[in-house]
């Protein structure tokens, strides 16, 4: 029988093992994705989020999503499957959608699996979670873009002295939403975050006769720590991409592409390329890091150029472009309306 990856959490869980295992990159992999991705911001960024304290702060933040496993349930069973998706050898979502052609939202999603007796739960949503921690970062973004030029044109003093303390907090959010999300960019590329096939080949077709040893935490974290400097990933790198609009076609191609990974990793473990030292399974895996902080990287700068069309604001959502042009910022709109639903 094949176990879930969120029965499996619980299983290790329960018997106390230590943090890091079936962890993606583990907290020093994790780390260097958001620091190298934060480092690589282009001038566009605003400043705050390229200080040196706040590159190592995206950095830290970038473990939390692993770190806060054995809170309890439902924390732990909930949001286990934002970490990773199980694509079939066919480019769907264990014979469900495809990849390049997901669902519009988690319901639909849902719906879809459960048409070919499967669960968002055991086929997991990282797809989703990078498209909604994209989102959410866009209008953050466009929050922040709302209140420095309200400050620049306030009514008043009080507005002026408003919007400052709203901007200084609203860059507190985005440094956690940025840093806590970083961590599903580095989930996606680890290979086996994104396959079926996700720790051992499994049951099923296997013509190549692929290891079914346990391969998941030996490959990740544990090699990571033991063999990988951020000296070696930055130089890596590839070269800034423009992750053109809608941002989930760009998502899908790249956990495809992540995918497609799958089994030069499982030929690498035969060929035992995963032993300390191996500077096959080293190559392997600095490209999978660099590929994650330049997503990082690559998706942060769309999230800065796409917040720019974009409006925030409640209950009179303010035009981005409008307020940087020089119309004053309705402060209504940005406290909200107070009288709740």
């Known amino acids: 029988m094949r176990l879930s990856r969120t029965l499996l959490a619980a299983l290790f869980a329960a018997a106390a093992l230590p943090a890091g295992n079936a962890l993606a990159w583990g907290n020093y992999g994790h780390r260097m994705v958001g620091q190298l991705g934060a480092e690589a911001f282009g001038p566009e960024i605003p400043a705050f989020l390229r200080t040196k304290k706040a590159i190592d702060q995206i950095g830290e933040l970038a473990r939390e999503a692993d770190r806060s ?5 439902p924390h732990d069973a909930d949001a286990d499957p934002d970490h990773f998706v199980d694509l079939s050898d066919d480019g769907t979502v264990l014979g469900g959608p495809r990849m390049d052609a997901m669902p519009r939202d988690r319901k639909d999603y849902e719906a879809a699996l459960q048409k070919v007796g499967e669960t968002s739960m055991h086929a997991g949503t990282l797809y989703y979670s990078l498209v909604d921690g ?12 709302l209140l420095k030029a309200g400050e620049k044109t306030a009514k008043s003093s009080a507005d002026r002295a408003y919007f400052k303390r709203d901007r200084e907090l609203r860059e507190l959010l985005i440094l956690r939403d940025l840093g806590f999300w970083a961590h599903y960019v580095g989930d996606s590329t680890q290979p086996l975050h994104t396959t079926l096939h996700y720790n051992g080949w499994g049951d099923g077709p296997n013509p190549k006769g692929y290891t079914q040893e346990r ?4 490959v990740e974290a544990r ?6 400097v951020k000296d070696m990933v930055k130089p890596r790198m590839y070269a800034p991409e423009t992750c053109a609009p809608p941002i989930q076609a760009c998502v899908a191609r790249h956990i495809l ?8 990793l499982y030929q690498l473990w035969a060929q035992g390329g995963f032993k300390d030292g191996d ?7 600095v490209e999978g890091l660099a590929m994650g902080a330049s997503r990082l990287r690559d998706y942060v700068s769309a999230a800065w150029a796409a917040s720019a069309d974009g409006k925030a604001g ?5 035009s981005v472009r409008e307020v940087e042009a020089g119309k004053p910022l309705d402060r209504g709109s940005i406290i909200g309306d107070e009288r709740g639903r």
């Open 134 to 145: 994209w989102q959410h970062l866009t209008i953050d973004f466009a929050y922040w873009r």
């Open 215 to 218: 391969i998941h935490s030996p």
């Open 279 to 285: 500077p096959r399974g080293i190559a392997f895996t």
């Open 257 to 264: 592409q992540s995918g497609a990974r799958v089994e030069p």
């Open 223 to 228: 090699f990571v720590e033991r063999n990988v």
């Open 69 to 73: 496993k054995g809170a309890g349930q």
């Open 314 to 318: 409640y209950p009179n959502p303010q």
